[in-house]
């Protein structure tokens, strides 16, 4: 049974730093690319990055570079999202989600396999 499992969601004052984690189980983790994705209250859920199996690709909404960084830890089967610089308008509820054959050039389009019950990011002003 495949489970992915994010952790380091919470509070932070603007300007102020996250790292989220994600833990998966149940699949050979390195196979597959890993993203992260975000839903704002109302709002419909987007894509924030991803990332290679081997680490060595990674991708991001055009709005989030240099403040969003993705890595993973293939010897922990976890993903991260490290998030600098943190503003109100990214508080969401963040997913990481796993795909094994991308099709397309588009990350936030890919046909995700497996996904995460979120965890919440609030930003406070």
């Known amino acids: 049974q495949v489970q992915l499992v994010e952790s380091g969601g919470g509070l932070v004052q603007a300007g102020g730093s996250l790292r989220l984690s994600c833990a998966a189980s149940?699949?050979?983790?390195?196979?597959?690319?890993m993203a992260w994705f975000r839903q704002a209250p109302g709002k419909e859920r987007e894509f924030v990055s991803a990332?290679?199996?081997?680490?060595?690709?990674?991708y991001y909404v055009d709005s989030l570079k240099g403040r969003f960084t993705i890595s993973r830890d293939n010897a922990k089967n976890t993903v991260y999202l490290q998030m600098n610089s943190l503003k109100p308008e990214d508080t969401a509820v963040y997913y990481c989600?796993?795909?094994?054959?991308?099709?397309?050039?588009?990350?936030?389009?890919?046909?995700?396999?497996?996904w995460g019950q979120g965890t919440q990011v609030t930003v406070s002003s």
């Open positions: 149940g699949l050979t983790f390195s196979s597959y690319y």
């Open positions: 990332i290679s199996g081997s680490g060595i690709m990674s």
């Open positions: 989600a796993a795909n094994r054959f991308p099709v397309g050039s588009r990350p936030g389009q890919w046909k995700y396999d497996y």
